[in-house]
């Protein structure tokens, strides 16, 4: 998942002293007061300096979690006279060259940063100074997240005792870290005893580098592997300058080449024991499927995942962790890793895995099987399906530690790669709602396909090897689109989505739908846990009623829509009548009756229970305690159309009409959005009140449109003369409409109106909040 990947982007300025593999590493001691004294540390020798919190917040918002991976530094110590200092080196520029000149010339060219000086005293010099400052951000993470300027409290922070731990490859102190605020946010008062006052257990590791430095493989942009770069100065004239590696762990094997063999060390991953089964057991599963693709590229027995033993302190480097994170609600879980910055060599993976993730899932299988008569089945079926995901997500996030990026494509093509974000594959089987084949089970063709590009024998140049298996990935089918070209409205590629399913984005929406309308005709208290209150169906409602909503962002990408490759293929526009598909298929989805809840589920669905606090899990109400109804297909109608109006999407239309007279322009869309929507039939009831609600949110989205500083002034020409069409056609249907409908058409047609003047007009003046989705 937000599966977001810290990697360290490294390159060393300096090749290490032939001495550094007879240095001895950091000797630390603490006094009686405290004092973190250092002896003899080993002279300039780059080594890693590393954040981290052994501690967190406890806020998926904030992002300050048990066992983050934070600050990466590459310092080194240096001393003059009687004084230590530790440089951090600037690692964004090399110059590889056997010139010292040259080098020194590189070297002498940009800042590095000092971050202590300390005297030497009998040989030793304390580290506090160092110690005691905010190294891993803490004050500019709760600043950034909106939670108040915190400033450091070094009055109540200090070294913990018996804090200085020695490992053969780093040497770490553990501090209490206390910081304070008078005006603290929301979501440290959600997860302190005193909000003014937030303390976190910060450690900081000194990471030695591996004597050799492992051979770098070079980056290719259709290898599916993240990326670490620096600028190399010494390189030719007609060379580029940039240097990209993949970041891999080392894996070497006992008899080198390309057939198979056992491995000199295997790469091992060690699982939280405070996890609790069954995700345990399901945690463990996920993690191992991927020693069949290290089997399959010729690495026999070299990966393996264990719990961790017994007293193993989880930061110690030696140590590649799965961690089971708690925190105050649901939120993303992690892959990250530290690297050696000379190799791309992953010397630790740490994955972090949220633990009310699985709770999520649950619900939302609760919700879709409620129409099971046999209640205990539907428990039982909706366990095993939440931990299917669970398996698949350890895979993700273990996956990531390996060094692979996300692969937003393997599912429009077929391939159930664990790094794509899957969505619950469920199905109608004679009228009822299925799981049985919710999410695949193991490796995809894909996954194995990766590993053997990173990490597999190359008999060649490796840049006739990469080609060569770039091409068969691409005949094979497999295709890779990462975060880049994925994330947000913005994004045009027709198969690159986030939590989408099927190779047909448009088949798929309607499946979606045709399931929704089930289970919400079947939505009642009996998917209830034992003790819930009725009140609580409004968080199993949230999935079941936005089920659509990741299906509708790939329909979406379909109209304006640009298919490209990592090799260069040349763009194409989607072909009309699949942009026509696409676009019917959306209005279908902003009918009345699609957006107006079942009366039946309407009529059980009652205020919040005494004692049950409203949340960000449930729709929002303007109608105080009282379920508001019409909300729903606001938040609904608002992200339909806030994907199909995204300015982007509305300027690639114009461009590629420009190029291609038979291709869809922004006047087919406007036209068609405005007939679908503002001049639908008159309807009643809760379909009606739907129907008007969407409508405000049409000309709200309108008036975003043509306001935002991305539209292109020939998209707003035409925006500007849709919604003066819109004006004076409302103004029509309100000289013949009834009484209450009349005033609703006369309001929004003053307000497309005014609202070409003044940016600020709009129908809804405060939009009710989407309740979150991802993760899932």
């Known amino acids: 998942m937000l599966a977001r990947i810290a990697w360290l982007l490294l390159a060393l300025t300096l090749s290490l002293p032939a001495s550094a593999a007879d240095a001895p590493f950091l000797s630390l001691s603490i006094d009686e007061h405290g004092k973190v004294l250092l002896r003899q540390p080993p002279l300039n020798t780059p080594l890693l300096l590393v ?7 406890g806020s998926n918002d904030i992002g300050l979690d048990r066992g983050q991976l934070g600050s990466r530094r590459l310092v080194q110590f240096e001393q003059h006279g009687d004084r230590l200092l530790l440089r951090e080196l600037n690692t964004r520029y090399r110059a590889h060259t056997g010139n010292e000149a040259e080098r020194a010339a590189l070297t002498q060219a940009f800042a590095e940063s000092v971050l202590w000086v300390g005297a030497l ?5 304390e580290l506090n100074p160092l110690l005691l400052s905010d190294l891993h951000g803490i004050a500019n993470r709760l600043k950034a997240t909106g939670q108040g300027s915190f400033r450091l409290d070094a009055a109540r922070s200090l070294v913990l005792s018996d804090s200085v731990k020695r490992f053969p490859q780093n040497a770490d102190v553990d501090l209490q870290l206390t910081f304070t605020s008078s005006e603290p946010g929301a979501y440290v008062q959600q997860v302190t005893p005193d909000p003014e006052i937030l303390s976190l257990k910060v450690r900081l590791s000194f990471v030695a580098l591996p004597d050799e430095p492992m051979t770098p493989r070079r ?3 259709e290898s599916g592997f993240f990326d670490y770069q620096y600028q190399d100065y010494a390189a030719g004239l007609s060379e580029p300058m940039g240097v990209q590696y993949l970041p891999r762990h080392r894996l070497e094997k006992v008899i080198p080449g390309a057939a198979p063999s056992e491995v000199m060390e295997p790469i091992v991953y060690y699982l939280d024991p405070g996890t609790p089964e069954p995700m345990r057991s399901a945690l463990l599963e996920g993690a191992r499927w991927w020693a069949e693709a290290f089997e399959a590229a010729g690495f026999i027995d070299a990966y393996r995942v264990e719990m961790l033993p017994e007293g193993a302190d989880p ?10 994170v708690h925190r105050a609600t649901r939120g993303w879980s992690y892959g990250d890793a530290l690297v050696d910055p000379r190799s791309g060599e992953i010397l ?3 994955v972090t895995l949220g633990s009310l993730r699985v709770r999520q899932d649950h619900k939302i299988f609760r919700g879709l099987t409620a129409g099971w008569g046999d209640r205990e089945a539907a428990l039982a079926a909706a366990q095993a399906t939440a931990l299917a995901r669970l398996r698949q997500l350890s895979a993700h996030e273990i996956g990531h530690t390996l060094g692979l990026a996300h692969n937003f494509a393997a ?17 109608l089987q004679e009228g009822q709602v299925v799981l049985d084949h919710a999410y695949a089970e193991g490796l995809s063709p894909w996954d194995k396909h990766v590993i053997a590009f990173g990490y597999g024998h190359y008999d060649g140049p490796e840049a006739s090897v990469q080609a060569e298996l770039a091409r068969q990935a691409r005949e094979a089918g497999l295709r890779f689109i990462s975060d880049a070209d994925a994330r947000g409205t913005a994004a045009a590629h027709p198969q690159a989505h986030l939590w989408d399913n099927g190779t047909d984005p448009v088949v798929q929406l309607d499946n979606v739908m045709a399931i929704r ?23 199993l409602l949230v999935p079941i009623y936005l089920m659509p909503r990741y299906q509708v962002e790939a329909v979406s990408r379909l109209i304006g829509g640009v298919s490209y490759d990592y090799a260069g293929q040349s763009p194409s526009a989607v072909a009309p009548e699949y942009q026509q598909a696409a676009l019917e298929s959306l209005l279908k989805v902003l009918a009345p009756s699609a957006l107006a809840l079942p009366n ?14 409203p949340g960000r899990e449930q729709f929002g109400s303007r109608l105080g305690p009282i379920p508001d109804l019409t909300g729903l297909a606001e938040v609904a109608s608002r992200h339909v159309l806030t994907q199909l109006l995204a300015p982007e999407r509305v300027n690639r239309l114009a461009q590629q009409q420009w190029l291609d007279s038979e291709l869809p322009g922004p006047q087919w869309l406007l036209d068609s959005v405005s007939e679908a929507v503002l001049e639908g039939d008159e309807e009643s009831g809760l379909a009606g009140a739907a129907l008007n609600r969407s409508q405000a949110v049409l000309v709200d989205r309108y008036l975003t449109l043509y306001h935002d500083d991305n539209a292109t002034p020939e998209v707003k020409a035409l925006v500007r003369a849709r919604m003066l069409e819109d004006a004076e056609q409302l103004d029509r249907r309100a000289r013949r409409a009834s009484d209450r409908e009349s005033a609703f058409f006369r309001l929004m047609a003053e307000t497309l109106r005014s609202g070409l003047q003044d940016s600020e007009v709009r129908m809804i003046a405060k939009p009710l909040p989407l309740p979150p989705g991802s993760p899932i």
């Open 51 to 57: 954040s981290s919190l052994p501690h967190g917040a």
């Open 121 to 125: 005293e009998n040989g030793a010099a």
């Open 219 to 221: 980056f290719h942009p």
């Open 315 to 324: 930061q110690d480097i030696r140590y590649n962790i799965i961690q089971w």
């Open 348 to 350: 630790k993976g740490h």
């Open 411 to 427: 599912s429009a093509s077929g391939d159930h790669s664990v790094l794509d974000y899957p969505h619950p594959n469920v199905t």
């Open 517 to 539: 309308q089930l289970a919400l005709a079947e939505l009642g208290p009996q998917a209830l846990l034992p003790g819930e209150p009725v009140s609580a169906l409004g968080e």
């Open 600 to 613: 039946e589920l309407a009529s059980q669905w009652p205020p919040l229970a005494y004692g049950s606090a």
